[in-house]
């Protein structure tokens, strides 16, 4: 019997998405835009693991396969994070979270996990859901773009690179596992940093305004649940079949080794 514990923890990772909205919604409010924030947070976590767990640096910088991990990560907190903080929540996160359709295309591309029939029928389901959420209501398929602006596009985007994250940790489930959370920390600073710093450059993006408590509050309490919904999502994600489970798995990274050979191993 399989443990629950690797799909209670992309629930808990889930959840901490789903209320992420919120606090970045307040912290922008206050002139504190989610670029900034992003790399605030997540600077914070990555220096504090590299702080308390300093055997993972050694294993970030010795696996390329965690700069992949380290970019999609940062691509998904960014886009996502400016997305719930500027657009309309409910179709943000609706648009985010076809992540499971984008994994499940990725996963047969890239982890040869074929879908079966039941899993082709629900990326139908999942995409003709999209097209009722972005449709404008009283018109016509002809018209399914006219209401996609900034927001709704980061969604997508985000969502897409969420799938990214999700392969990716399949894929590299053999290096060390005190070494992915770190990646993912500074992945999320790097490509908020530079995003925030572009668009301030450009004239996009204010400034980090003066501290006040109510966006330091937020950022606080923010980091402490993206580090937590971090270490969780790299946990289960590593551990739980990204389409329906194969009926022979490799037990070390359960990817179908008796059709394909164990990535894992050979690597």
Not at 39 to 57: H, N, P
Not at 122 to 146: C, E, H, K, N, W
Not at 148 to 160: K, Q, R, S, W
Not at 186 to 209: D, E, H, K, Q
Request: charged share 5%; net charge positive; with cysteine.
């Amino acid at each position: 019997m399989h443990s629950a514990l690797p799909y209670l923890s992309l629930l808990f990772n889930a959840m901490v998405w789903g209320l992420a909205w919120w606090p970045f919604q307040t912290m922008h409010a206050q002139g504190l835009v989610a670029p900034w924030a992003t790399s605030m947070i997540y600077g914070l976590l990555a220096v504090g693991t590299a702080l308390c767990v300093r055997s993972s640096l050694p294993g970030f910088f010795s696996h390329r396969v965690l700069w992949l991990l380290a970019l999609s990560s940062g691509l998904t907190n960014v886009a996502f994070n400016m997305a719930a903080s500027t657009g309309d929540v409910v179709r943000v996160i609706l648009l985010f979270y076809l992540m499971p359709a984008w994994t499940v295309l990725l996963a047969w591309r890239f982890l040869a996990e074929r879908p079966t029939a039941a899993g082709l029928l629900r990326l139908v389901l999942a995409f003709s859901g999209m097209a009722l959420v972005i449709l404008p209501q009283g018109t016509g398929l002809s018209r399914l773009t006219a209401d996609i602006g900034l927001p709704e596009c980061l969604a997508l985007f985000g969502g897409f690179c969420f799938a990214c994250t999700n392969v990716i940790l399949r894929r590299s489930f053999h290096t060390p596992s005190m070494s992915r959370a770190p990646a993912m920390f500074s992945g999320c600073m790097s490509v908020g940093l530079i995003t925030a710093s572009t668009g301030f450059a450009t004239g996009n993006f204010p400034p980090i305004p003066p501290p006040n408590p109510v966006w330091l509050s937020c950022a606080l309490g923010m980091g402490v649940l993206a580090g937590e919904g971090s270490w969780a999502l790299q946990y289960g994600a590593a551990r739980v079949p990204t389409g329906t489970p194969h009926s022979s798995c490799c037990p070390k990274c359960c990817l179908p080794a008796a059709r394909r050979g164990c990535w894992a191993l050979r690597n």
